[in-house]
């Protein structure tokens, strides 16, 4: 396989070498998520980078979950982190389990324990803590380090019994407690937790910790290339001793990438936990939440997804991304694919007083003008319309060419109206404005007449649909929005609500239907609240942005 080395994915370039060196004949990779949580936007990176490696180089991609911790854990993520998975359009070759391995890495312990490479610990987990030192100070050996082996092998197989409460044992592996590096100053391997597992139930009381699991998994997985976040750079060396003394026949690598950062988001479960279980959002799949299932409700397309990702690459350094950049991509995929059609958000309504009170005509409209296959659609014009408050101002400053008294704009796809009379409420609110028009004006038939600078959208007042609008602003006030007290950085104006109308046509859009509504940006039918007489619209992006790629 000819493959040329790539300029801006070190990993590619990696594999490249491995398949030429002939030190693999075919690439495996692997999406491992814990189960403790729904996917955010920083694993669709993980997820596009392992897949379409693989598919790159003919290779295989596993869904594996890394089920070792049984208290955090819970089927609904399970499934959630499926649907996630194939919703981006990716399918996985294999469907793994770290709880399935439990009695492979049970034996391995054994097997370290009989090589004098782990002990059975009573220190507290405070106690391991004083005692492993700092990155100035070496840590100090357990009393318990030096334990024969036989005794090591009848304590551990007791822990597996259940006869130790949680936190009286752990098993450490036995490795160097003078090394620059924390993470190999005799690492817990096992730990005793009495609570009932989604996969397993109550078979097992001890666990293996992820530093001791993951390597494992993917010896026994054939994974080839294991590609962590830069997090787990310092976890390398503990990684491959792990391979190396448990003599695994395959000997997979890590290699590690920088984690996507997006500025106003938060990207830690359990952040993102804390604002569902503190209800500031309205859960997981929240429109303002990062995760792939709040992004899924919003309208963000897989498309979108998949091309941002790619956009971003892989690099070794830490750095922050615009969030404009996602909403890019997902303006510029939307733009192809949703049908244009008018809503109105805040309605004001027009009554044109010298247009026939029973009249009603149907006019035709584009429904997409950069895609005639999207063809057209019939709108109803009468005597009584709705248009936006903001497209009415009766003392409006220069350069304002929008309605106001006197002054003559076009509805799109109807005619020329004129303002000429304004009604308000005992309060001097303007209710309702009443306009004239010029049947000669008809769009579409050639009118050269004369010219107006405004042009306004609207909906028929006697069939419009009522609907309910959902914008949204960034969830998270400050860039830096992965500090300790993020909670106090919450945006209170993430979500306003509006009351208006839609055209009749919207009558059978159904939840994930997504349009461009003129002025307004794209939308999509959302799927928590929309019900069968109440449509409710998510905003997912505007129509224009001044953020430009490689700005």
């Known amino acids: 396989m000819e493959t040329k080395p790539s300029s801006?994915?070190?990993?590619?370039?990696?594999?490249?070498?491995d398949l030429e060196?002939?030190?693999?004949?075919?690439?495996?990779?692997?999406?491992?998520?814990?189960?403790?949580?729904?996917?955010?936007?920083?694993?669709?990176?993980?997820?596009?980078?392992?897949?379409?490696?693989?598919?790159?180089?003919?290779?295989?991609?596993?869904l594996r979950f890394d089920?070792?911790?049984?208290?955090?854990e819970d089927t609904e993520y399970v499934e959630s982190i499926k649907e996630d998975v194939k919703w981006l359009g990716f399918d996985w070759d294999e469907l793994y389990f770290a709880s399935d391995y439990f009695e492979e890495m049970y034996n391995w312990a054994v097997h370290l324990i009989k090589k004098g490479k782990a002990y059975v610990c009573d220190l507290s987990a405070e106690e391991i803590r004083e005692y492993r030192g700092t990155l100035t100070r070496p840590g100090k050996e357990s009393p318990y380090r030096n334990r024969p082996v036989e005794e090591n092998l009848q304590l551990f197989e007791e822990m597996r019994a259940g006869k130790h409460k949680d936190g009286e044992k752990v098993l450490r592996a036995k490795i160097d407690m003078a090394s620059p590096n924390l993470n190999m100053r005799d690492p817990v391997l096992y730990r005793i937790v009495h609570a009932s597992h989604h996969n397993t139930g109550d078979k097992w009381c001890i666990y293996p910790m992820y530093d001791y699991a993951h390597p494992l998994e993917d010896a026994i997985e054939g994974v080839t290339h294991s590609i962590c976040t830069l997090e787990f750079e310092d976890h390398r060396p503990l990684y491959d001793w792990i391979i190396q003394e448990c003599e695994t026949e395959s000997q997979p690598k890590q290699i590690e990438f920088a984690r996507l950062n997006l500025t106003n988001t938060v990207m830690s479960k359990r952040k993102l936990k804390q604002l569902v279980d503190?209800?500031?959002?309205?859960?997981?799949?929240?429109?303002?939440?990062?995760?792939i299932a709040g992004l899924r409700r919003k309208g963000c397309t897989p498309e979108a997804i998949r091309n941002f990702c790619r956009e971003i690459g892989v690099a070794k350094?830490?750095?922050?991304?615009?969030?404009?950049?996602?909403?890019?991509?997902?303006r510029e995929d939307l733009n192809a694919k949703a049908p244009r059609t008018m809503a109105i958000l805040k309605p004001l309504k027009v009554v044109i007083t010298n247009y026939p009170e029973d009249q009603l005509e149907m006019l035709e409209a584009e429904n997409n003008p950069d895609d005639e296959a999207m063809g057209t659609r019939q709108i109803s014009f009468s005597?009584?319309?709705?248009?936006e408050e903001e497209d009415f101002m009766e003392n409006p400053p220069k350069k304002y060419f929008r309605l106001f008294p006197g002054n003559e704009v076009r509805l799109k796809h109807a005619y020329f109206i004129t303002c000429n009379e304004v009604i308000k409420d005992e309060n001097d609110n303007v209710v309702e404005l009443h306009c004239t028009y010029d049947p000669e004006t008809k769009s579409g038939t050639g009118?050269?007449?004369?010219?107006?600078?405004?042009?306004?959208?609207?909906?028929?007042?006697?069939n419009a649909i009522p609907a309910e609008f959902r914008l949204y602003e960034p969830l998270i006030l400050d860039e830096d929005s992965e500090g300790e007290h993020f909670l106090e950085q919450i945006n209170p104006n993430s979500l306003e609500v509006l009351k208006g109308y839609v055209e009749p046509n919207m009558k059978e859009a159904k939840p994930q239907d997504k349009f461009q509504f003129f002025r307004h940006g794209y939308f999509n039918v959302d799927t928590k609240y929309t019900m069968k007489d109440q449509l409710v619209f998510n905003r997912i992006v505007s129509l224009k942005s001044s953020f430009k790629i490689g700005k």
């Open 8 to 17: 801006s994915n070190f990993i590619k370039n990696i594999v490249i070498q």
């Open 21 to 62: 060196s002939g030190k693999h004949k075919e690439i495996i990779t692997r999406f491992p998520p814990e189960p403790n949580g729904y996917l955010h936007i920083g694993h669709a990176k993980s997820i596009v980078l392992n897949f379409e490696l693989a598919d790159e180089f003919k290779g295989k991609t596993n």
């Open 67 to 72: 089920d070792t911790n049984p208290t955090k």
């Open 278 to 291: 503190e209800n500031v959002v309205d859960g997981w799949d929240d429109p303002r939440m990062p995760t």
């Open 317 to 330: 350094s830490y750095s922050v991304v615009d969030a404009q950049m996602l909403e890019h991509f997902i």
């Open 383 to 387: 005597r009584e319309i709705y248009i």
């Open 447 to 462: 009118f050269t007449g004369r010219k107006v600078k405004g042009t306004l959208h609207w909906v028929d007042a006697k």
